[in-house]
């Protein structure tokens, strides 16, 4: 069965540098949720889309920003990026919301 | 606003012993329940959810958990430890609001480590 597919998974940036991760949700899904889980944590919601419109906003920086495409993939924009951002980055989608399938992540580390 | 409370940072059983993770949670709101396993650099599979109905609900690998409203728990369980249960285990909840769900609030985790 097809899974959530996220890319790159590793990604290394310097610092004050931009980055964009990609998600594909399962086809049908409606929903796409962005989590970002640092070295030992829990993952933090970060924002989420349902049809295309925001439809929720968690713990998400202001140099952050994602959106949802036609073909219901989303990107997460992250710039000015800090040592603090290193993290790993789920993707997760939905149909109508329950149940979440989660994606393998993109590993990001800012140097 | 929904919060997770997992009992326990680390739990140690030996193989075939009962597993016990604790949770417990705080919604405003009709919960949506999940319990999720990450094994290490992996992603978050999901291992039983509660939405509404049945309050006991069994999930993948044996374990299974009971919605306790009244005590505002959500505990897995799975009655014989096997060694590739060794994982950290998060409870996690949300709550539907019309648009979609709202996002997950999870615990903090529970590394479950098995004694062989």
């Known amino acids: 069965a097809a899974g959530v597919i996220q890319s790159p998974r590793h990604l290394i940036k310097e610092k004050r540098e931009t980055a964009t991760l990609k998600c594909y949700p399962i086809?049908?899904?409606?929903?796409v949720y962005w989590y970002q889980q640092g070295p030992g944590q829990d993952p933090q919601f970060l924002i989420s889309?349902?049809?295309?419109?925001?439809?929720d906003k968690g713990s998400i920086p202001d140099r952050f920003s994602a959106q949802q495409f036609s073909d219901y993939h989303s990107e997460l924009n992250m710039s000015s990026l800090e040592l603090g951002d290193s993290a790993l980055y789920f993707c997760?989608?939905?149909?109508?919301?329950?149940?979440?399938?989660f994606g393998q992540g993109t590993r990001l580390t800012v140097v | 606003a929904q919060s997770v409370t997992q009992l326990g940072s680390h739990v140690s059983v030996s193989e075939g012993a009962l597993v016990l993770l604790r949770c417990n949670y705080s919604?405003?709101?009709?919960?949506?329940l999940f319990w999720y396993v990450q094994y290490p650099n992996q992603g978050l599979q999901l291992l039983l959810k509660?939405?509404?109905?049945?309050?006991l609900v069994k999930g993948i690998n044996g374990f299974e958990a009971e919605f306790k409203k009244s005590e505002t728990s959500f505990h897995l369980t799975k009655p014989s430890a096997h060694m590739s249960d060794a994982a950290e285990y998060f409870c996690a909840v949300t709550a539907y609001s019309g648009g979609g769900a709202d996002g997950l609030t999870f615990g903090k985790g529970t590394h479950l480590i098995i004694q062989p």
């Open positions: 086809p049908r899904h409606d929903t």
């Open positions: 509660y939405t509404t109905g049945a309050t």
């Open positions: 889309f349902y049809e295309k419109m925001q439809s």
């Open positions: 997760a989608s939905s149909l109508a919301g329950f149940e979440a399938f």
């Open positions: 919604s405003s709101v009709p919960p949506y």
